[in-house]
């Protein structure tokens, strides 16, 4: 267990601007990761692996991407006890994303709202820090997660995909495609039947190349929104299947209100996680077993604030899940208690 209760750290970082907070706990990540200062804030990991999409994750408990958007922290953020770690949005060139201020806390709802905006420092620097970490060394798993630039028209969006994909296929153990943020314009228009089946098809031929160049196959995951009804959520299963995608992440972020509508910043532009999006996100998620079958490999995240949290992921479908916001308010031994309960779920 960690030796610096989170509850300690939790008011100081409170009393900050979330992305200064944010900021600062990164940096701070990055300076004591592989020290023996990684002790303060580092938990062992459960033990409970499950076999998914030819991948052996040591437990069903990961880090959602969004929390490290250029992979400085993969080792420290490891260090908390994650089965598996996905970092990113990156995108092909460095972008500042949205102006600020850009993340807001609804702590009445235990909720955050963000519109970074794939702010990032582009693809080659993102693929140098990943090659220093040495999470993947220690047998977990590492997720990249690639996206478009502001910049690229929606039309020429694929390029950017096919860009981000082979950058980075060789570090990655599964590479996840984000076309589901609400903060880059016109993004999740590209979750609709024509524009989507463009886009897989694309990424799973030139992935076809990228295998016989790198001698392996790497999972390719397709990161959907909560925003969905159940005729779209029919029209991407179908295309995964179609294309041959290895697994689904479920969900992103919602757009929707109804769930914190009166409190300070509802009403602020942008992507709302935390606690108002678990029942919309597992929602999405038994739509998708139900289309997709037993077998498909289903990440599961958004809204997990307690393990109770986790393991209804996991009985509405999920094989896998994944934590951002939960991390913020609860801290890091939010990981080792949700990962427990899953464990004993299937004890």
Same mark, same amino acid.
């Given at each position: 267990?960690?030796?610096?209760?989170?509850?300690?750290?939790?008011?100081?970082?409170?009393?900050?601007?979330?992305?200064?907070?944010?900021?600062?706990?990164?940096?701070?990540?990055?300076?004591?990761?592989?020290?023996?200062?990684?002790?303060?804030?580092?938990?062992?990991?459960?033990?409970?692996?499950?076999?998914?999409?030819?991948?052996?994750?040591?437990?069903?408990?990961?880090?959602?991407?969004?929390?490290?958007?250029?992979?400085?922290?993969?080792?420290?953020?490891?260090?908390?006890?994650?089965?598996?770690?996905?970092?990113?949005?990156?995108?092909?060139?460095?972008?500042?994303?949205?102006?600020?201020?850009?993340?807001?806390?609804?702590?009445?709802?235990?909720?955050?709202?963000?519109? /970074?905006?794939?702010?990032? %420092?582009?693809?080659?620097?993102?693929? =140098?820090? @990943?090659?220093?970490? *040495?999470? +993947?060394?220690? !047998?977990?798993?590492?997720?990249?997660?690639?996206?478009?630039?502001?910049?690229?028209?929606?039309?020429?969006?694929?390029?950017?995909?096919?860009?981000?994909?082979?950058?980075?296929?060789?570090?990655?153990?599964?590479?996840?495609?984000?076309?589901?943020?609400?903060?880059?314009?016109?993004?999740?228009?590209?979750?609709?039947?024509?524009?989507?089946?463009?886009?897989?098809?694309?990424?799973?031929?030139?992935?076809?190349?990228?295998?016989?160049?790198?001698?392996?196959?790497?999972?390719?995951?397709?990161?959907?929104?909560?925003?969905?009804?159940?005729?779209?959520?029919?029209?991407?299963?179908?295309?995964?299947?179609?294309?041959?995608?290895?697994?689904?992440?479920?969900?992103?972020?919602?757009?929707?209100?109804?769930?914190?509508?009166? /409190?300070?910043?509802?009403? %602020?532009?942008?992507?709302?996680?935390? =606690?108002? @999006?678990?029942?919309? *996100?597992? +929602?999405?998620? !038994?739509?998708?077993?139900?289309?997709?079958?037993?077998?498909?490999?289903?990440?599961?995240?958004?809204?997990?604030?307690?393990?109770?949290?986790?393991?209804?992921?996991?009985?509405?479908?999920?094989?896998?899940?994944?934590?951002?916001?939960?991390?913020?308010?609860?801290?890091?031994?939010?990981?080792?208690?949700?990962?427990?309960?899953?464990?004993?779920?299937?004890?």
């Amino acid at each position: 267990m960690s030796l610096f209760p989170y509850s300690l750290a939790r008011p100081f970082l409170f009393s900050l601007d979330p992305e200064t907070a944010h900021e600062l706990t990164m940096d701070s990540l990055a300076r004591l990761q592989g020290t023996a200062l990684e002790c303060a804030f580092g938990s062992a990991a459960v033990s409970d692996p499950i076999e998914l999409a030819g991948l052996r994750f040591p437990n069903r408990v990961g880090l959602a991407a969004g929390l490290d958007k250029n992979a400085r922290c993969i080792d420290g953020l490891g260090a908390m006890g994650f089965g598996f770690v996905e970092v990113g949005t990156v995108t092909p060139k460095p972008q500042p994303g949205n102006p600020r201020p850009r993340m807001f806390r609804l702590p009445q709802a235990n909720a955050l709202i963000n519109r /970074l905006g794939f702010n990032n %420092e582009g693809l080659d620097a993102f693929v =140098a820090n @990943v090659r220093r970490s *040495s999470f +993947r060394s220690k !047998g977990r798993i590492l997720g990249l997660n690639i996206g478009k630039n502001a910049a690229t028209p929606i039309e020429d969006a694929t390029s950017d995909y096919l860009v981000g994909l082979e950058g980075v296929y060789p570090h990655a153990d599964y590479v996840t495609v984000n076309i589901s943020s609400p903060n880059t314009k016109n993004l999740r228009a590209l979750q609709g039947d024509e524009a989507l089946d463009g886009l897989l098809g694309a990424i799973a031929a030139r992935r076809e190349e990228l295998a016989r160049t790198h001698g392996r196959r790497v999972p390719i995951f397709v990161k959907i929104a909560p925003d969905l009804d159940q005729a779209q959520v029919d029209v991407i299963a179908a295309t995964l299947r179609r294309h041959r995608m290895d697994g689904v992440v479920a969900t992103n972020t919602t757009i929707a209100r109804d769930a914190v509508k009166g /409190l300070p910043h509802a009403d %602020e532009t942008g992507g709302l996680s935390g =606690a108002p @999006v678990l029942a919309a *996100s597992n +929602r999405v998620i !038994g739509q998708l077993r139900a289309a997709l079958g037993p077998s498909f490999p289903i990440i599961g995240v958004g809204g997990i604030l307690s393990a109770d949290d986790a393991v209804s992921k996991i009985r509405a479908g999920a094989d896998v899940v994944q934590i951002y916001t939960g991390l913020v308010y609860r801290g890091p031994t939010l990981v080792r208690q949700a990962a427990q309960a899953i464990r004993r779920l299937r004890a």
